[in-house]
């Protein structure tokens, strides 16, 4: 992304452009970051009390929460990952890179969350775009990510990105898609002796006026 918050050409190409069932049509029961980071993701949905009825976008067999919220829905893209997952309630297979759009109702969830996912979308600003839809005024999107990735799925302009730029780019897809307030970056785990940093971009759909 450039200084002035352009993406550039190609930006969003991956060095694997076949499609994304093909490559997650087998379950990878394995967590994708380490304890700490896992802690951290979830003291922040602790903090930022993701309760009620929640939308785990991009999940996977497990979600994270210290707690499981009232109702987890968890939106991914290998079944049998889906229902290992013992958090959630509901489970939907959908590929976000094909259609952006979510096949939920208007102001289905009071917030949603995505981890250590936002990095493979081809076409986020419609995807933050029509999460604003289905989230409640009032709800939060959080996004979560390390420096972990499938690279050849990982966008390319993430791939070349440091962890500073990558919060900067999730904060621009909010921007871009309108309907969030201003965008809060934080470091909640800082990398040290090997461990995976954890970075979160969050914003909130204002209140209905």
Not at 9 to 28: E, L, T
Not at 45 to 73: K, Q
Not at 158 to 169: H, M, N, P, T, V
Request: overall charge negative; aromatic content about 12%; charged content about 25%.
């Amino acid at each position: 992304m450039t200084a002035d918050g352009r993406f550039p050409p190609g930006f969003f190409d991956r060095a694997d452009p076949s499609p994304d069932p093909m490559f997650y049509s087998w379950p990878r029961l394995v967590t994708h970051i380490d304890d700490d980071a896992i802690a951290a993701v979830g003291e922040l949905y602790e903090e930022l009390r993701i309760d009620g009825d929640v939308l785990d976008l991009m999940g996977s067999w497990v979600s994270h929460f210290r707690r499981a919220p009232v109702r987890l829905t968890v939106l991914g893209m290998n079944k049998a990952e889906l229902s290992a997952n013992p958090q959630a309630a509901a489970t939907v297979v959908h590929d976000l890179n094909a259609e952006p759009r979510l096949p939920f109702e208007d102001r289905s969830f009071d917030a949603v969350v995505c981890c250590v996912s936002v990095d493979y979308l081809v076409r986020p600003v419609e995807v933050f775009r029509d999460v604003a839809r289905v989230v409640r005024p009032g709800g939060p999107f959080v996004c979560t990510f390390s420096n972990r990735c499938f690279p050849t799925k990982a966008v390319r302009g993430w791939l070349s990105s440091s962890d500073e730029q990558r919060a900067r780019i999730v904060a621009e897809y909010f921007r871009r898609a309108g309907s969030w307030a201003e965008p809060v970056v934080e470091c909640r785990a800082p990398a040290y002796r090997g461990r995976d940093p954890l970075f979160a971009v969050w914003a909130v759909r204002p209140p209905a006026s």
